[in-house]
């Protein structure tokens, strides 16, 4: 199925890697204005050239509330419009036994992953189309616990309580939020992190129902559907695209990703 997203404005933040700029490029495929941001301005440039004319970007931190804030008042003068579409994805992960995670490497973490998120909700709020639609990136981390990865997974649990949350806040407002959970992504720096290595990538990809490793395009692909009108009345809801993976639970989709870390390819 297309759709067609023409006269629509996307704002992707952390659009310039990985998932997020598949998902930017979806939308920039499918007829939308979009708009990305993320820390390093050098990455914004490639971005902004991969998605060709009508795309704009910013460097800014998640961590800083007022430079957000400020970014969305500028995307939305330049949009000439309110922003019918809100990914929120930035995301920080590095394995760390519990152990030996410090507490500056964890707040680091919920810095931007939770209180990141916050800020990229709140600063876009005044500007977000109503009706509008709010995609929030979470991971698997924050409902199946994963062994060195503690710091993420009190992070993105707490995005998805966000999620939850102003679902019924912003929802009489006609703002839907959502979040994806990706599964296994090759081509990411995640990936590349937990599972490195042929080997690795091959255990964990044999760990999927489907067989297969999932791509950006799968996440785009969902998150174009949630922003669409066939999801009108889908609010409230963390939506795995992972292939079934997470259906194992903790016993064996985190323990094969965190065996596959293990190998070092």
């Not at 409902?143 to 993420?152: D, E, G, K, N």
């Not at 912003?170 to 939020?177: L, M, Q």
């Not at 490195?196 to 969902?222: C, H, I």
């Amino acid at each position: 199925m297309s759709f067609d997203f023409t006269g629509k404005t996307v704002f992707v933040m952390g659009g310039t890697s990985g998932i997020n700029l598949g998902i930017a490029q979806g939308f920039a495929a499918a007829g939308a204005r979009v708009a990305v941001a993320s820390r390093s301005q050098d990455k914004v440039d490639a971005a902004v050239a991969s998605l060709g004319q009508g795309a704009f970007g910013f460097s800014v931190d998640v961590r800083d509330a007022e430079a957000v804030a400020e970014v969305f008042a500028k995307a939305r003068d330049q949009f000439g419009q309110p922003i019918d579409v809100l990914v929120s994805g930035a995301a920080g992960n590095f394995p760390a036994p519990a152990k030996e995670l410090s507490s500056n490497g964890f707040k680091a973490v919920v810095d931007i992953d939770l209180q990141g998120t916050f800020n990229v909700m709140k600063g876009a709020y005044p500007h977000l189309a109503r009706p509008g639609s709010i995609i929030n990136i979470s991971a698997p981390q924050a409902f199946i616990p994963m062994a060195l990865q503690v710091h993420v997974c009190a992070a993105k649990a707490g995005v998805d309580m966000i999620t939850r949350t102003l679902a019924m806040e912003w929802g009489p407002e006609g703002i839907r939020v959502n979040s994806l959970v990706p599964g296994p992504i090759e081509g990411t720096e995640g990936m590349a992190r937990l599972a490195p290595g042929d080997k690795a990538l091959a255990m964990v990809r044999e760990s999927v129902p489907l067989k297969r490793n999932g791509s950006p395009a799968d996440l785009a692909n969902a998150a174009l559907f949630l922003a669409s009108p066939l999801a009108d009345y889908i609010s409230g809801v963390v939506l795995p695209v992972d292939g079934g993976w997470s259906l194992a639970g903790v016993s064996s989709a985190m323990d094969n990703l965190a065996r596959a870390f293990a190998t070092q390819g």
